[in-house]
């Protein structure tokens, strides 16, 4: 079965520093997609960034950039230059394809502090 | 901006009362989806509408009571509730229900049930 492993229930860091969140994960498809969702205090679940198994590069949105290591079975969050709103919680997320619908298994969370 | 709306964001209910969350997306979507999201717990997913049919119901109680008329509103019923009900309800939708498609989510409804 699919999973989705995040070890870092928090993280500290300092403003203008980057800051890097880790996800692992475990499936037996050769076909995935793996994204990140920032969740404010607020409770929306705000889309980051998406890697597809079969893209050659690393997904980079602004500044978030996805370190994705295949055989690692590793999608780590990269964030640079973190100002004081990226403050909150992280998940990684996968798709999981073992059922016809588009559905996403989520991790448990890194909560983020960014210090000024 | 978001494109996907929830309402109420805060609900608070006895046991024996009956209730409904309401979800919009404005994004022109084919497919939304319900999740709970309970303290210290990964996000659960509950149901999936494509076009406005049930294609997923996750093995949830039948005290929650999904309703999508419309491909752009989708509703959960709540009767009968239990304490460990109580969560942050969130609604997302994607263009369709194919493995790339990106889930947008709303603001989420936090309800406690006393």
């Known amino acids: 079965a699919q999973k989705i492993t995040q070890t870092q229930p928090g993280m500290f860091v300092q403003e203008k520093e980057a800051v890097t969140l880790d996800c692992t994960y475990d499936?037996?498809?050769?076909?995935?997609?793996l994204f990140w969702y920032k969740q404010p205090s607020s409770g929306e679940m705000i889309f980051l960034i998406y890697?597809?198994?079969?893209?050659?590069q690393n997904a980079t949105e602004g500044r978030y950039s996805l370190n994705f290591q295949k055989a690692r079975k590793s999608a780590n969050l990269v964030i640079s230059a973190s100002q004081l709103g990226d403050s909150a919680m992280y998940f990684c997320?996968?798709?999981?394809?073992?059922?016809?619908?588009?559905?996403?298994?989520f991790g448990t969370g890194t909560l983020l502090a960014v210090q000024p | 901006e978001t494109g996907v709306t929830q309402t109420p964001r805060h609900l608070v209910m006895g046991m024996t009362n009956k209730k409904s969350l309401k979800c919009e997306q404005h994004?022109?979507?084919?497919?939304m989806y319900w999740y709970k999201q309970s303290a210290k717990k990964p996000l659960e997913l509950m149901f999936v509408?494509?076009?406005?049919?049930?294609?997923e119901n996750n093995s949830v109680p039948s005290r929650f009571s999904p309703e999508c008329p419309n491909s752009s509103h989708l509703f959960l019923h709540l009767h009968t509730l239990q304490p460990e009900d109580s969560a942050l309800y969130l609604c997302?939708?994607?263009?369709?229900?194919?493995?790339?498609?990106?889930?947008?989510f709303g603001p989420g409804t936090r309800l406690t049930v006393l």
């Open positions: 997302a939708s994607s263009q369709g229900s194919i493995i790339t498609d990106t889930q947008y």
């Open positions: 499936t037996s498809d050769p076909s995935y997609g």
């Open positions: 890697q597809g198994s079969y893209d050659q």
């Open positions: 997320a996968m798709r999981d394809y073992g059922g016809a619908t588009n559905k996403l298994i």
């Open positions: 994004l022109g979507h084919n497919a």
């Open positions: 509408y494509s076009l406005e049919e049930r294609v």
